[in-house]
């Protein structure tokens, strides 16, 4: 358990918090790329790490994330005009660059006075950065920026990738502990039955290996090996394979808000996901699937978007469809023969339990066991990296961008194996 100190700590992630400030010496995805989908096309509404933003996509196809007041009245931007490479605000057409400096002031006739405004008036602005579908943004002080991190789905062509985000309604650190904690897929997404069809339908969401359900379900408690690296932390969980073998499912977590899925195996596709804090109740959740070997077909784009996987269905506005105000539509007939949960969608079946733990989880009120060891493990991560930064000394992720080209998945080792060795088979490393 965690005292109500650390809790505080670990959740709260406003402007002015040791953990916000952490959060924003890393990128951060903000939005996706088909949320500004046209050059001067319209602004939309930001909120995260607690703090108000307007995007817009200039005429050059470039990104400003600028704070949302215009600084002459208080009009909100969100009703500005985009155009021709700024934001104008529609109360008395003062116009901003993504960079937040002031271009016109047409209530002002030209001359000394207006150009000397000009140069003052300005929006707080953050550099962007697109990115295989998302777009990225640095929030921290500008002389902090750190290089861009080599994700592996970062690195590839866009074909090979899909990303999607969804709303999840609780606080960041709990959706990424959901995450991290591989334990529950023996029960959580799990299939009452043994049946072909019920496996077939469970591993469209989890791999093409049919034993691997078998294995976690007759395996409730795996035994966790986990190992630092400078990025974050690989988390093993090994499982009773079949004789002489161990069934491993290998995630990471790297600093401070991404995670890699454990199920995939090698030509598989391999997802993430990373939670970023819109205030200190609510998330965003990004997620991104890719292949190294191969584009994503269009059936496999289509499922996705439809939901699969740690790809939610949701509306227009990235809202599952399945949440919190209708109970995940629970259906309690399925629940009674088929499934666990009676909750359609892997995602969505994480989300139910994540957010049941309240907005903010009471940790002073749980009892972890050796499941758990991941969890642990991420916690004295996360906050002896914000006490750290707040004593002056950077997390080391930020000089190791190349760190975070690793991936994780499943593997099938001799029984007794250790887990380094198990790396080294399964990923070369």
Not at 255 to 262: Q, R
Not at 267 to 272: F, R, S
Not at 302 to 329: C, K, M, Q, V
Not at 357 to 385: H, N, W
Request: aromatic share 8%; proline share 8%.
């Amino acid at each position: 358990m965690l005292t109500r100190e650390d809790n505080d700590l670990l959740t709260r992630t406003g402007p002015d918090t040791a953990m916000g400030a952490l959060f924003r010496r890393f990128w951060q995805p903000v939005a996706l790329s088909r949320e500004l989908p046209l050059p001067d096309g319209p602004p939309i509404r930001l909120k995260i790490l607690g703090e108000e933003l307007r995007a817009f996509r200039a005429t050059d196809g470039s990104v400003g994330l600028v704070s949302p007041r215009c600084p002459h009245r208080g009009a909100d931007l969100f009703y500005g005009r985009n155009e021709h490479g700024g934001l104008r605000c529609v109360y008395h057409g003062w116009k901003f660059g993504i960079d937040g400096a002031c271009h016109e002031i047409p209530t002002m006739d030209p001359g000394p006075a207006r150009e000397r405004a000009e140069q003052h008036v300005r929006l707080n602005a953050y550099p962007t950065r697109e990115n295989n579908g998302f777009i990225w943004a640095f929030l921290g002080p500008l002389e902090t920026a750190p290089v861009f991190p080599e994700l592996e789905f970062a690195t590839l062509p866009v074909s090979h990738t899909y990303v999607s985000k969804k709303l999840q309604q609780c606080n960041w650190a709990q959706a990424c502990e959901g995450g991290l904690d591989t334990a529950h897929f023996s029960f959580l997404h799990m299939a009452l039955d043994d049946s072909r069809d019920a496996t077939a339908k469970l591993l469209t969401k989890v791999s093409s290996n049919t034993d691997t359900v078998r294995w976690m379900r007759n395996d409730g408690a795996p035994r966790f090996t986990i190992l630092d690296h400078p990025a974050g932390l690989v988390l093993g969980a090994a499982r009773r394979g079949d004789p002489g073998e161990t069934y491993w499912r290998i995630s990471q977590f790297l600093m401070p808000n991404h995670g890699l899925a454990p199920n995939a195996f090698p030509g598989e596709n391999y997802h993430g996901q990373c939670w970023v804090p819109i205030d200190d109740v609510s998330c965003w959740i990004y997620n991104y699937t890719w292949n190294p070997d191969r584009p994503l077909s269009d059936q496999e784009r289509e499922r996705f978007a439809g939901g699969s996987g740690i790809h939610a269905e949701t509306d227009a506005d990235h809202i599952p469809i399945r949440r919190r105000e209708n109970d995940y539509l629970l259906d309690r007939t399925k629940q009674k023969h088929e499934s666990y949960t009676g909750i359609d969608g892997v995602s969505e079946q994480d989300a139910c339990i994540q957010d049941s733990q309240g907005p903010i989880a009471d940790r002073t009120a749980e009892y972890l066991g050796p499941t758990d060891m991941g969890i642990i493990r991420f916690r004295r991560l996360i906050l002896d990296s914000a006490r750290a930064l707040a004593d002056g000394d950077p997390p080391a992720a930020l000089r190791h961008p190349a760190a975070y080209k690793v991936r994780g998945g499943g593997a099938v080792a001799p029984a007794g194996q250790p887990l380094a060795d198990v790396l080294k088979a399964r990923f070369g490393a």
